[in-house]
């Protein structure tokens, strides 16, 4: 009989991707398959032609770009010396998770499901094509998707003899057990944020404990949106970076979630205990240092401020003692009570931990070795470096807008890395942020004598100003910036540092402040009222343009007003100016990088 193994491997930026990987192989395991579910760089690629039976689960970041955890698997797809049957022994599926209000929706599902084509794979269903757009998120697509695939998958492997599929009522066991220690058998909690060993460069695994300098409110008191300047000492840290790069912050729950997370679910935070893992080839978390306390993990590991997924309530209702609460959970995690699910969680922002306290019989009675399986790991949070290294030797800056709106629940939603840092009092002693840096999507002209037009408004400014330092040092002149904001007077960051570049000739400055008068003016009307110098930069002179900021109207916006330049200046037709932006684009002479 054929081995009933499947492979699940993912790409995940933002954990949804994981999350649907996690959900398959627990339903896999119900249906017993031996199942492994991998990020797609943790797993071995040269074993893929070995591989029978694979489930690909992917999202799709930025301008069509493949997440960080699937980079160098996805070079290695690519590569143009794999053999038209490397895969022809292996029967797979695709599952993409995008946002179709992004131009290039879905675009590594799609590509990665044609190049298994290429190289032989057999595909037991169309590509999926999840949508964060749709009013019941990825699910309405991932569900009927999945029942599918099952039935596809049980006709190739159907069950063992007398073996039926785990009914959904059965809790499967926990990824990893407890192994509780002696009182004094860990070292202090301080301890487990140590410098980087010499010699290895920073990275997610080995973050650089870099000292914070100064963190600095650059709007006005009165200002609705509170942004800060914050800087950090690398030195010694081997650590190098260039404009358009970012480095990435690993974030902390603050003291006093973690107090009421630990006296809801009665935990002691001061125990201390080893990770075990339940199956044998389950690998140990990486992020996690052993041994460790409850207080660390909570602090340092469990997102208890992320919204809550579908799973969570799904595994939570397994442990309810009060059938109230256990028909609400079921319900949330049943395909008909996601609308509901949705606007008790995702139209409010509810937290984990504010819905653990709405079910807080069923919160008493969560076994602590199902932590993991209950909630996800702290991810990294990525920042545009907004200095350089030739301006600002060993240092790191970075532009940050404190989080903070109010939805309908009472209190205030809180974005988790930038309330911390906001909060973080460099003068009142040593205060360390774990850190490293990586290659950012923007890449700036390797001849410093190419001018460059600049399009960052608010904190969408950052890489310019890192752009900008970078070529001053070298004694460019060519840098054009269009700083948009609301109200000169309260949120023009760094406008002492412009106006000095601008008087020194080392900069062309244009503003937007959209309040400061009757009718609203952004970047888009400044970029139009300039068409005349644009176009000679662009035409006469190979200028390159650079976008960066809020993705919500701003991009299209901008888009439109650059398409009207070109044809009130160039003299192009509606179609020709689309086209010489494309061209743009293709060449890599017009970049942008914008977020939600």
């Not at 499947?6 to 192989?25: K, P």
């Not at 990825?138 to 009927?144: C, F, G, L, S």
């Amino acid at each position: 009989m054929t081995e009933r193994r499947l492979l699940i491997l993912f790409g995940s930026q933002t954990g949804t991707a994981q999350d649907t990987a996690e959900r398959i192989g627990r339903e896999a395991k119900r249906r017993h398959f031996q199942c492994r579910v991998e990020a797609l760089d943790s797993y071995d690629v040269a074993n893929l032609i070995n591989e029978l039976l694979v489930v690909f689960v992917c999202a799709t970041t930025g301008q069509g770009d493949p997440p960080d955890n699937m980079k160098m698997f996805w070079r290695f797809l690519f590569r143009k010396n794999l053999p038209p049957t490397s895969l022809c022994q292996m029967d797979y599926a695709v599952l993409g998770l995008g946002d179709s209000s992004y131009p290039k929706f879905n675009f590594i599902a799609k590509k990665l499901y044609k190049r298994v084509l290429q190289l032989g794979g057999n595909p037991l269903l169309p590509v999926a094509l999840g949508d964060d757009q749709h009013d019941l998120g990825p699910d309405a697509v991932v569900d009927p998707w999945l029942l599918a695939l099952w039935d596809k998958i049980l006709a190739l492997y159907p069950l063992p003899p007398g073996l039926e599929v785990i009914s959904p009522d059965v809790c499967l066991p926990p990824r990893y057990t407890l192994h509780y220690l002696a009182e004094d058998s860990l070292h202090s909690d301080s301890s487990l944020l140590q410098p980087t060993p010499p010699r290895a460069l920073p990275s997610e695994l080995h973050p650089f404990a870099a000292r914070m300098v100064s963190n600095q409110r650059i709007t006005a008191e009165s200002h609705f949106q509170d942004v800060r300047l914050i800087e950090f000492d690398v030195t010694g840290s081997g650590i190098t970076f260039s404009a358009g790069d970012v480095v990435m912050i690993q974030p902390q729950n603050c003291p006093e979630d973690v107090q009421q997370f630990c006296q809801l679910l009665r935990l002691d935070p001061d125990k201390c205990f080893l990770l075990k893992p339940t199956e044998p080839g389950t690998a140990l978390p990486a992020h996690l240092l052993q041994p460790c306390t409850i207080r660390h993990l909570v602090t340092h590991y469990l997102d208890i401020s992320c919204v809550p997924r579908r799973s969570f309530f799904e595994l939570l209702s397994h442990f309810s003692t009060n059938e109230l609460e256990r028909e609400k959970l079921q319900e949330f995690s049943s395909a008909q009570g996601q609308e509901e699910l949705y606007s008790y969680c995702n139209r409010p922002r509810r937290t984990t931990l504010e819905a653990l306290w709405d079910f807080p019989h069923t919160t008493s009675a969560i076994p602590p070795e199902y932590l993991l399986d209950l909630i996800p790991r702290i991810r990294p949070r990525a920042f545009s470096i907004a200095s350089s290294m030739l301006a600002h030797p060993g240092r790191i800056q970075i532009l940050v807008a404190v989080v903070r709106y109010k939805t309908r629940l009472s209190k205030p939603r809180r974005g988790l890395c930038s309330t911390w840092l906001a909060s973080l009092n460099p003068e009142q002693g040593d205060v360390r942020v774990p850190l490293w840096v990586k290659k950012g999507g923007m890449k700036f002209p390797a001849n410093p004598d190419t001018p460059v037009i600049m399009i960052g408004p608010g904190t969408g400014v950052a890489p310019f100003r890192a752009a900008i330092q970078e070529r001053v040092a070298q004694g460019q002149k060519g840098n054009c910036l269009f700083f948009g904001c609301r109200q000169k007077s309260k949120d023009f960051y760094c406008q002492a540092e412009w106006e000095e570049l601008v008087t020194k000739g080392f900069l062309m400055l244009f503003t937007a402040f959209s309040r400061d008068q009757e009718e609203k003016v952004y970047v888009q009307h400044r970029i139009r009222e300039n068409g005349q110098l644009l176009w000679e930069l662009l035409n006469g002179q190979s200028a390159h343009i650079y976008l960066a900021g809020n993705a919500k109207q701003m991009p299209a916006a901008v888009a439109e007003a650059l398409q009207s330049v070109l044809q009130l200046e160039g003299g192009l037709s509606p179609s020709e100016a689309e086209e010489y932006l494309s061209a743009l684009e293709r060449s890599q002479r017009f970049q942008s990088e914008t977020w939600s």
